[in-house]
């Protein structure tokens, strides 16, 4: 099948007490500068009055560098602060719901754990999927033990979309996920708890394609 393009292939999840005592905004100047171009501010302890406000003191640090936000769950407030669109959970609208929320040129990205899942956000409009965690990582107990990279290469098998392999991934195993298949990665502490933020998103970058 031929793949969906997308204009990112490194997509930071932010989580702020990660960067912390730096603030998330410091953290994403640096990272942005750097040559960072997907974040998806997912802090999912605020209500959403915080996150609304949260997207609005972040966003024109992104918008500076040309760097795509999208929002975490909320559809209401993506299409509020006219952010780049939505990120999706398993729990979350459908992405068919979540469309008839967001402006016409808003994405939809969603998290998957199985193929299933991957068909099926596909058949209800995602545009691409962030799927794992391929790796072993304390953020991501809650949802079991790591899918691997076999499990990587059948989701991006059964797709079109781009899917972004999330979880304990380094700029070592990157690699890995692209020979799999993945079409980029998804990452949190690999970025926000780096003491050279900047650094990091560079490492990424040299061994993600073009």
Known sequence: MRLRPCPFRLYLVT????CFPKPLSEA????CAAGLRAVQLREKDLTP?????????????LDRYGTSLL???RSDIARTVRATGVHLTSTSLSPAAARTCLLSDQIIGVSIHSVAE?????????????FGPVYDTPSKHSFGPPQGL???RKVAEAVSLPVFALGGVTP???CECIESGAYGVAVISAILAAKDIGGAVEDLLKVLPD
Not at 15 to 18: A, H, P, V, Y
Not at 28 to 31: D, K, Q
């Open 49 to 61: 009055r915080e996150v609304h406000e949260l997207s609005l003191a972040v966003k024109p640090v």
């Open 28 to 31: 994403l100047e640096e990272a």
């Open 150 to 152: 076999e499990n990587l």
């Open 172 to 174: 070592e195993r990157a």
């Open 118 to 130: 991957g068909v099926r956000a596909e058949q209800e409009g995602a545009d691409f999927l962030c």
């Open 15 to 18: 989580d702020r007490q990660t």
């Open 71 to 73: 929002i975490n769950d």
